[in-house]
């Protein structure tokens, strides 16, 4: 027997209230059974979003939320400006390409957050673009954008709309979607919402309806206001995921019942923890000056490889956390600690990492790290 641990930034572990909650026999969706489902959906999201506005959920993974971001605000012809610092933030050219909006890209360095004066000096020049693409928390990299500082420059923009990928970083740290002037806020199940993969959500403002009231790229399903129309009625378009609709109340629930600053201040500590315990076994974190609280990359020592630290965490330990993608594959690995992630997950991946690294020859000593970890967790 070997016990499995999932440390991966997504999927991420489900938590057994949640996974109780979906293995019920299966409701109609049209039936009266469902609608306290949806007004409850639709009451907590707007209380995770922190949203006055309608929070539309499709079936679909993260990168629904992000196409969907493009088709229902843009028409073909229009430009964006999205920041490329890793392999999501370099999704969005991907996605506007088709379908025919052009897109201006800040490229960013691996392991560096945006510059945000580069935004404002672009919009300035150019007031034509129609929308800001970001990441909020780039997963690849485990760096945080500064998005506060973004959302103060688009914010008095009419013509611009500032579209977040939220989808490691809601649910993980403060994005306050109305207070700061969030235009659309995209999260996805299967990171922070600790669920299982197969939703999306998306928080659309005011300024960002009277965007898509004038947008003319195709779209058929993934039509945010045929979806919103709906939910005021409480009711879906399509056939919702009934499961994970179910599965999202019941984690909502769970966030609600551990307040929302709660919820802010475990993450921030298990990934200060993580960081200091990674560095603590005389490693580094990836990110220079703004580490994600959802994901942390570590560069693998000189001389060792992160893709045979990623396998030999599995095979030794039955531990899944993640390798590097594209340019960081070998150089890093990455340890999630978002959603349903606590005290004794981050102990677990810090001693695996420990322990399989001293395996492969890298002589730190033993629970140097996981030290260093213990003295953040102890905090009060
Ligand atoms: C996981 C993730 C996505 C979505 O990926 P899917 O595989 O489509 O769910 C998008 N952006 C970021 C930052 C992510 O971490």
Redesign the pocket.
Known sequence: MKKQYLLA??PTPVPPEVLLAMSRPIIHHRSPDFIPVIQDVRKDLKWLFQTEQEVITVAG????G?EASISNFMSPGDKILAVNGGK?GE?WAKIATAFGVTTIEIKVNWGESVNVSEIKAHLDKDPSIRGVYV?A???STGVAHDVKSIAEITKTRENTILVV?A??ALGVTNLPMDLWGIDILIT?S??ALMLP?GL?CIGVSEKAWKHQSQAKCSRFYLDLKREKDNLLKDTNAWTPAVTLWIGLATSLKMMREEGLENVFARHSKLARATREGVKGFGLEVFAKNAPSDAVTAVLAPEGFDGEALYKNLRKQYGITAAGGQDQLKGKVFRLSHMGYSDTFDIITAISGVEMALYRMGYKHPLGSGVAKAQAVLIED
């Open positions: 930034p997504g993974s993260g990168t629904a992000m999501f999704r990441q928390s780039e997963t990928d989808i490691t996805g299967q990171k993969p999306a």
